[in-house]
């Protein structure tokens, strides 16, 4: 199994959106290929509501009796608030250890799982709050070895956001293995630019935080091209 774990420059960068279709590209190729949402929070018990779980990886794809989360969070506030109003604390060890209870139940259902995406989305921004002491970055640290994506929109204050949030996942010793850019926000001046000026006037002064990143991959609404992220993915060592 190959652990693929999205992080976001913020809420609504268009994590679920990649997600999923990376969990259904990579099964395209006639590979096992899941997509967990450990935590979320704002899970309703409206009928028309469709989770970020089940957008990730529908319930019509997973073995029958699948639980969808590890915590489903009625409030549609941070984690760390959701969980505290309902009595309950997170933790990151409790969530490894789910993430790594399913991959063992999932492995033990496909033949040859060597090769398996095993995708898990994390709740918002990289540094929104899971409990008084973790965040999404101690999560994603956590997970590893695992490829770290992290995601933001292709628009106006990406460059600010992104040279923010590695410097500061750096700091908490979580490494970045790839940038991707959204367009889950509506095209202003920036846009089309932002990969560009990032890989050539952002990720050179951040060698000391993120010295593997030198290309921003793009995931665009007319055409999805994920083979680039795919192959950087699978021949991830
Ligand atoms: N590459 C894209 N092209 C077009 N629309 C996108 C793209 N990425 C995201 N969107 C749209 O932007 C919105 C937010 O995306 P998404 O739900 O994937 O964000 P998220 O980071 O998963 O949010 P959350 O923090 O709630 O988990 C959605 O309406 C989605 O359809
Ligand atoms: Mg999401």
Known sequence: VRRLVLLGTGTGVGKTHLGSLLVRAWGERGQAAWGLKPIESGVSERADEVTDAERLWPAA???PGWPSHQRALRDPVSPHLAARREGV??????????????????????DNATQAMSLVETAGGAFTPLSATATCADLARALGPAFVVL?????LGVLHD?????????????SV???????SRPDDASTGTNSGELEENVFPR????????????????????????????????
């Open 61 to 63: 794809q997973r073995p």
């Open 89 to 110: 604390e997170l933790s990151v060890d409790a969530t490894v250890g789910w993430v790594m209870e399913a991959e063992a139940k999932l492995v033990a259902l496909h």
């Open 151 to 155: 995601v933001a929109p292709d628009a």
């Open 162 to 174: 992104v040279s923010a949030t590695l410097l500061a996942l750096h700091a908490v010793g979580c």
């Open 177 to 183: 293995d790839a940038v991707v850019l959204s367009e």
């Open 206 to 237: 951040l060698r000391a935080a993120a010295p593997s990143l030198s290309r921003v991959f793009r995931v665009s609404r007319t055409s999805p091209d994920l083979n680039p992220l795919l192959d950087a993915w699978a021949t991830f060592p």
